[in-house]
């Protein structure tokens, strides 16, 4: 596939590359315009891209830096239910990543990983990132709206859904990834700036 190259935002250049996140298909789309004034809005001082990764490709990776970071903000305390949430999946971590994975025997892509967990908790989620896009209430794309436990979907400029990841808090996600070799954290502090980039959608599903 052919690299994309992403606009100019002030002196800070989005360099082009292929996404690697590592999620299955789906089907919801997200308009450019919707996605393009989400990353400026998210976009940290020191962006890095994650390549795409799909069966027989490579990854590679492309790195713009400056001195500093914005830092996410504090989260408030998980609920009771959301603390169960990440807890069963950090029964997972280390599970290796795999396209089009449902369980921990054969490996998970990033909507197989939440599924299963979610299940887990007695709450049934449909199989793609897009579809999961769907279900729960709506939260901004917006780290001061997020709560542990939400949703968090990713996707490139022009491009649909392709990844989604648990909120953690504090700035954290716990997803199954390739960028991570299956299911971790991915702390956004101080690393994975692809996803604060294009995180363009949250739900909240209780």
């Not at 789906?26 to 976009?43: D, E, Q, R, Y």
């Not at 949703?151 to 716990?174: T, W």
Request: overall charge positive; some cysteine; aromatic content about 8%.
């Amino acid at each position: 596939m052919h690299p994309r190259r992403l606009p100019r935002v002030g002196a800070i250049a989005v360099l082009s590359s292929t996404f690697v996140a590592g999620c299955s298909q789906a089907t919801l789309g997200v308009s450019p315009a919707t996605i393009i004034s989400t990353v400026i809005a998210n976009l940290p001082r020191s962006t890095a891209t994650e390549g795409r990764r799909t069966p027989g490709s490579t990854t590679t990776t492309t790195t713009s830096r400056a001195p500093t970071r914005a830092r996410i903000p504090s989260s408030p305390a998980a609920t009771a239910a959301a603390t169960r949430l990440l807890r069963t999946g950090e029964e997972y971590l280390g599970v290796p990543y795999k396209w089009g994975g449902n369980t921990p025997r054969e490996g998970f892509d990033c909507s197989g990983f939440t599924k299963y967990i979610f299940a887990k908790q007695g709450i049934t989620l449909p199989r793609t990132s897009r579809e999961q896009s769907r279900v729960g209430a709506a939260v901004p794309a917006d780290f001061h709206d997020l709560e542990p436990g939400d949703l968090m979907f990713f996707a490139e400029p022009g491009e649909a859904i392709s990844h989604v990841a648990i909120y953690a808090g504090n700035g954290r996600i716990l997803h199954s990834s390739s960028s991570v070799g299956g299911v971790g954290y991915t702390d956004l502090n101080t690393g994975g700036d692809w996803f604060v980039a294009y995180f363009v959608a949250a739900r909240r599903v209780e």
